[in-house]
């Protein structure tokens, strides 16, 4: 007879583009089961990867399973990750539908909670010390979110967790569709400034909740941000019909809803610990991190004005994978670096920086490096191409957002209070 531990904990009684990015690990695919929506990656590297698995197992369906029963015990494949079967169980309570993504912290899967009924995301880490102990760090900042946002509004909903079989589980509801995935499946299409407005909105209200708290997300990217709903509208897209082909591009996907959520607090830090390490996916790392200069709280606020750049043209702003063609892009977005930024960078950064300026174009890697660069406009004129009102207002709340001194960025709440929020809007 199996033998097995499990330990469960409910969440109230717990311890503790077109030159497009290049396709990295979270541009693949989803398997075709998988619903739209991914849960909490965590970033070794600074790229996370939700490729299907290659192991066949995975995706067989097991028949004859007990309703409540336990599936049969595997061995876990090479990496620690869980091995499973879809239609098995995952203990008594849940039920396994399909694989939602998977990364360097474990797999994430839609499951039947046949208790609460309704479907949930488990994200299942990886059977190795150090993923089991950065998942317990994940639950704590999850349930110290939990017991400060009480209506759920900002930060998904932790539901539970468990340790099952050495791998620590963790549920939370089912949400939509990430905002990356929304773009990607719209043919990289830019979003109404008016939507990107509400979005900018709750985003700006989670930060800021979180850096009341003394956290620092340090990883905010489209990807984890996930739309509250998956439904969404069509509507007629006359500027973008020359740009693609087929009966698609006549039409352009609206969400239904513009309610989202930040997901993803596997990378999250307390204010008071340290900040000397590489935070951030690349294309919303803020020059601080790069110079190596320490980071906080501006950090993120970076991160936000990245994002907001990114829906309202459809691409990512700054989309490179080296260092010094990333500041080189910065200088021509946003125009040169102050003096004593570059003056203070650390020794892995100073090889940039040559008399007092970036190496920049003599230190770059290739003529392709610097034609990337080159073709990049200035921030006002790159905003002006996608907005038709309201640019003014967006361009001076991005200018604040993007400042290359974290100490003169707005805060979260500054921002929230700037007129592209508050100012009378005309259509």
Not at 117 to 140: G, L, Q, T
Not at 304 to 325: D, K, M, P, R
Request: with cysteine; proline share 5%; glycine share 6%.
């Amino acid at each position: 007879m199996e033998m097995e531990c499990l330990t469960e904990f409910p969440h109230n009684h717990m311890d503790r583009r077109p030159r497009k990015r290049p396709r990295l690990g979270w541009d693949v695919a989803q398997p075709p089961k998988a619903q739209p929506g991914m849960l909490c990656g965590q970033e070794v590297g600074n790229v996370t990867s939700y490729a299907p698995s290659n192991h066949t197992t995975s995706s067989l369906f097991v028949k004859g399973v007990a309703r409540n029963g336990s599936p049969p015990w595997r061995d876990d494949d090479k990496d620690g990750h869980y091995m499973f079967a879809l239609g098995e169980n995952l203990t008594s309570r849940y039920r396994i539908n399909s694989k939602m993504g998977e990364g360097t912290f474990g797999q994430v899967l839609e499951c039947w909670d046949r208790e609460r009924k309704e479907m949930v995301a488990i994200k299942i880490v990886r059977s190795i010390k150090k993923y089991r102990e950065a998942a317990m760090i994940e639950i704590d900042v999850l349930q110290q979110l939990a017991k400060n946002d009480r209506n759920g509004a900002r930060c998904v909903q932790i539901r539970n967790w468990f340790d099952y079989r050495n791998h620590i589980c963790i549920v939370f509801e089912k949400l939509g569709p990430s905002l990356y995935d929304f773009l990607r499946k719209n043919n990289y299409r830019s979003f109404p400034i008016d939507l990107v407005r509400e979005l900018a909105r709750q985003l700006l209200d989670c930060v800021a909740f979180m850096h009341d708290l003394h956290l620092i997300h340090t990883d905010l990217k489209p990807e984890n941000i996930l739309l509250v709903s998956p439904e969404y509208v069509k509507v007629p897209d006359y500027k973008g019909s020359s740009r693609f082909s087929s009966e698609s591009s006549y039409f352009k996907r609206l969400p239904k809803s513009s309610a989202i959520k930040v997901i993803d607090f596997g990378s999250t830090t307390y204010e008071n610990q340290d900040h000397s390490y590489i935070v951030s996916t690349r294309h919303y790392r803020a020059p601080e991190v790069i110079l190596g200069l320490g980071w906080s709280y501006p950090c993120d606020i970076w991160s936000v004005g990245c994002i907001l750049v990114e829906l309202c043209s459809g691409e990512a702003l700054f989309q490179t994978h080296e260092n010094l063609e990333h500041l080189a892009m910065m200088e021509r977005v946003l125009g040169p670096f102050p003096q004593h930024m570059l003056k203070r960078a650390d020794r892995h950064a100073e090889k940039y920086i040559r008399r007092g300026r970036l190496d920049w174009p003599e230190g770059a890697t290739s003529r392709d490096s610097i034609k990337a660069v080159t073709k990049l406009p200035r921030l006002q004129n790159l905003v002006m191409q996608h907005v038709d009102h309201s640019a003014g207002d967006f361009i001076d709340l991005l200018q604040g957002l993007l400042k290359y001194d974290p100490t003169d960025r707005l805060t979260a709440r500054e921002a929230l209070r700037h007129t592209f929020f508050t100012r009378d809007r005309k259509p």
